[in-house]
């Protein structure tokens, strides 16, 4: 364990640290950065500063005049001013604790004067860790460095009492778990399967955004694993079926974050059931739509099998523009044969499929002297419907086509 990696950042807040230090108080770097640097991950540069000082807020506006290029004032009663110097964007925090009350959705804030008191009131040992500025000295009262080596996923105090703060942290929880491969503590997972219900107080947005974070891992599994094994799985999903069969689904549809939740969901009934699930958990409208799309066009798949070309081809254009991510659900529910090498192949041959028909409303209304109307859609239709049975279709063939179509019509006696 090292935080060598943290001496460029150290230098570039040198600074404004010093001007802390000036003024008898104490700064801290916190955050991603002191954790992601301690566990030997690269720290790339877009980044935030996240400092944490014992100054009241009032005093840090002061402090940051003549340094911060611009400052925002938006968080001061939470105790946090934003700054900008140059491309680097810098948030200070005054020590302080956060608790929700029973039933309430915002927490109350409270300032402290010592850093323990404050990196007590994190989530995690591991992102309760802070270095001081600009001498560089770690501070870990829990034992956050011995967790990251341990690979462990502790609270800093009692987990019921951390979730009882902000009942977020238990999603955050799986995160964490997933993200930087960790075992959750045995009293953690206590803690989650007793107070899944207090993510009642918690707004969906956020909710939503963490499932969100989770989805886009690279192996998202195992944070699901935690979920579900604590009940907190169903709650922020809806029903999943079988725990075991939506994580193998789950490991096996790949990277695409629609792909994993719709693989998830794929066992919570039928399509009616799976809206519902979504509605209940306030699901953003383009989510529901993406999700739905993808498991009608799956399951399709496997309940009315493509044997021909033109199935295939039809079943592609049902699918549109969540085709990869449907073939991928499908693979997990079922026996799909050949379909992706049979889609991969069909997209190679004809890469118009998708694309424009040959011809347009106008066209077809100067080609069979039509004027806007019914006729114009059924024609419109009927060349569709011989492209996906004969395949890509010339201009000359769209032609004689339509216009026998349209002979055979006039040419059939009045019933």
């Known amino acids: 364990m090292s935080i060598d990696s943290l001496i460029p950042i150290r230098e570039e807040a040198r600074e404004l640290a010093e ?3 000036a003024r008898g108080h104490r700064i801290y770097l916190v955050g991603g950065v002191v954790r992601d640097a301690i566990a030997g991950l690269p720290l790339g540069s877009a980044f935030d500063l996240d400092l944490t000082t014992d100054a009241q807020p009032g005093v840090v506006k002061s402090i940051l005049e003549g340094w911060a290029d611009t400052l925002w004032t938006q968080g001061e009663r939470f105790g946090t001013v934003g700054a900008r110097r140059g ?13 929700y009350r029973p039933g309430s959705r915002k927490p109350d804030v409270i300032f402290a004067d010592a850093i323990r008191v404050d990196l007590s009131r994190r989530d995690f040992t591991i992102n309760s860790m802070a270095v001081e500025l600009p001498s560089g000295g770690l501070v870990d009262p829990f034992d956050g460095a011995g967790d990251l080596v341990a690979r462990r996923l502790r609270t800093p105090l009692d987990p019921a009492e951390t979730f009882s703060d902000d009942p977020l942290r238990m999603l955050r929880a799986a995160r964490f778990l997933a993200q930087l491969d960790l075992t959750a503590a045995p009293s953690l997972m206590v ?6 219900d207090r993510l009642d107080i918690v707004a969906h947005e956020r909710i939503r955004d963490e499932l969100d974070r989770l989805l886009a891992l690279p192996n998202p599994g195992p944070g699901f694993g935690l979920l579900l094994e604590t009940g907190l799985g169903e709650r922020v999903l809806g029903p999943v079926g079988d725990r075991a069969a939506a994580l193998s689904r789950l490991s096996r549809v790949g990277d695409d974050p629609m792909a994993r939740l719709a693989a998830l969901m794929a066992g919570g009934g039928s399509l009616d059931q799976v ?7 306030r699901a953003t409208n383009s989510t529901r739509r993406r999700v739905l799309a ?8 496997l309940d009315r099998p493509p044997r021909t070309l033109a199935e295939l081809r039809r079943w592609v254009i049902g699918a549109g523009s969540h085709l990869d991510q449907a073939v991928a659900v499908a693979s997990t529910l079922g026996d799909v044969g050949t379909l992706a090498t049979d889609v991969a192949a069909l997209r190679e041959a004809e890469p118009d499929l998708g694309g424009p028909p040959v011809l347009d409303g106008g066209e077809i209304m100067t080609l069979l002297g039509l004027d806007p109307g019914p006729e114009v859609g059924a024609a419109v239709e009927e060349l569709r419907r011989h492209r996906l049975d004969s395949g890509p279709l010339t201009l000359e063939e769209a032609h004689a086509h339509l216009l026998s179509w349209q002979l055979q019509k006039t040419s059939k006696p009045n019933t």
């Open 19 to 21: 001007r802390f230090v």
């Open 87 to 99: 491309d680097r964007r810098v948030e200070i925090t005054t020590h302080r604790t956060e608790r």
């Open 191 to 196: 803690a989650m399967a007793t107070m899944a």
């Open 275 to 281: 809206r519902a699930a979504l509605v209940e958990r």
């Open 294 to 301: 993808v498991l009608a066009a799956a399951r399709g798949a």
